[in-house]
């Protein structure tokens, strides 16, 4: 057993040096991580054939508990719920992209507040927010950022700030809901918690935390952002909304599926449907209102990002099988010395300042078992450090422009247009909303969970 954690270990760490170092396409690494997990942990080090199995996990399809699940059931190797609902979710969102859902929602905004500045970038802000609770928050930056920069064009003034606080509204606003962020995904199909769970939960101190992110971007931006565009403004310049939508009847029908995707994601602890089976439902209606371009919407489902999910979880399953992460459970609680409020602490502050420089994804994966030992061994309830551990991770990722997906697709789209932000430039303005965010969060998890 000594040999297979050795070899555990240097994978996991290998694995991760080379996400940071970003030289090979990442789900290269995981995959080629995976199968060396596979073939010399499990397979060489310890000769143990059921381990392969239960960590590739694919007789869970055959269960009724993977589509339907009255009573929680433990989640070991790769989880394929998480790799499902995130496809299913892909497909509905590139066939509202097509019918140009994400533009007219844009610009209707903008129309509404008369296209103003300050108002455009505080109800951009809170859109940010709100449309990542549902979707997946590099589209949300994806289309935001480009409607910031058009809008930016027109009005004369700096989309930098906007793109900025954007980013950071995104990633605020996918820690709110098990669907917004994927180490929500993973932590909620791991442990069992709802779309409700985490609503009223992680959400409330999203909320808390959104009124407060909106003031201080406002104190912070607002003299950047007063410039030629602040006046009165000649509406009949601009793109009228209804342009965006490139075919009405599929962006009706596409309304229409992501209305019933937020109805089911919110009722799923009533219907008992699991996030798979709603994940595989959403895919597969979209295709069929879509059966023109179901090719073209298949084609542009990001597989790379769901061969990366595959390949974690196979080396975060061979830490867990070879005992390791049970040894950094106990690691913490000796530091803490059991003591509930530093344990929380270390776990959400720690996971902020890995996420900050590390993807945020692997390190949720490979804390869910951590915790899961620790709330064992401690006595300290598993969704308090569940809570902890999810807005760690997600509002950890706004501090850097590496920290986080959205950060790395809103900065792109910005250089892009001939807008640069720079490490210095980001930090300066995120770096503090964040350490912010993060002592309201502390605070919170203190009084309501202590």
């Known amino acids: 057993m000594a040999a297979a954690q050795i070899f555990a270990v240097i994978i996991f760490a290998a694995m991760f040096l080379m996400i940071v170092l970003d030289k090979i396409e990442r789900h290269l690494v995981t995959l080629g991580s995976g199968v060396l997990t596979l073939v010399v942990v499990f397979g060489i080090c310890m000769k143990n054939g059921k381990a392969i199995w239960d960590t590739l996990a694919i007789k869970g399809f055959a269960t009724k508990e993977f589509w339907y699940q009255v009573t929680e059931s433990e989640s070991k ?12 979710m892909m497909v509905m969102v590139e066939g509202m992209a097509k019918a140009g859902f994400f533009r007219w929602l844009c610009m209707q905004i ?10 455009v970038f505080i109800t951009f802000m809170i859109m940010s927010a709100v449309l990542s609770m549902f979707i997946d928050s590099i589209t949300v930056i994806m289309f935001l950022a480009a409607v910031t920069i058009e809008l930016a064009q027109l009005l004369k003034f700096n989309p930098v700030p906007m793109i900025l606080a954007e980013i950071f509204c995104a990633n605020l606003g996918g820690s709110a809901t098990m669907c917004g962020d994927p180490p929500n995904i993973i932590v909620g199909t791991s442990l069992g918690y709802s779309f409700f769970d985490f609503l009223t939960n992680t959400g409330l101190v999203a909320g808390i935390s959104l009124v407060v992110s909106v003031i201080f971007f406002y104190i912070v931006f607002r003299k950047e952002l007063v410039t030629e565009g602040s006046g ?37 602890s009533m219907t008992h449907l699991t996030v798979a089976t709603i994940g595989l439902f959403i895919a597969v209606i979209t295709l069929i209102t879509s059966a023109k371009d179901a090719p073209e919407l298949l084609k542009k489902v990001d597989y790379k990002t769901l061969v990366f999910f595959i390949g974690l979880f196979i080396v975060v399953g061979g830490l867990e099988e070879t005992g390791i992460l049970e040894y950094i459970a106990k690691f913490i609680e000796k530091i803490s010395g ?33 915790i899961q030992s620790l709330a064992e061994a401690s006595g300290v309830q598993l969704s308090t450090l569940a809570w902890a551990l999810s807005i760690g991770t997600d509002i950890g990722g ?53």
């Open 77 to 88: 190797g790769i989880n394929w719920a998480t790799i499902i609902f995130i496809a299913g």
């Open 110 to 119: 903008a129309y509404i507040v008369k296209c103003k500045t300050i108002p």
């Open 232 to 268: 009165n403004v000649d509406m009949s310049k601009f793109p009228k909304p209804s342009e965006a939508i490139t075919n009405k009847k599929d962006f009706i029908i596409s309304s229409i599926i992501f209305g019933i995707a937020v109805v089911l994601l919110i009722t799923h």
């Open 338 to 370: 059991g003591d509930a409020m530093l344990m929380i602490a270390i776990i959400l502050w720690i996971s902020a300042l890995a996420s900050a420089f590390v993807d945020n994804i692997p390190f949720a994966a490979t804390m869910v078992p951590v």
């Open 398 to 450: 706004s501090a850097t422009p590496i920290g986080a997906s959205a950060n790395v697709v809103g900065t792109s789209v910005a250089a892009k247009n001939g807008y640069p932000i720079g490490w210095g430039k980001y930090c300066k303005r995120l770096a503090p909303a964040t350490i912010i965010v993060l002592a309201i969060s502390t605070v919170y998890i203190f009084v309501r969970y202590l």
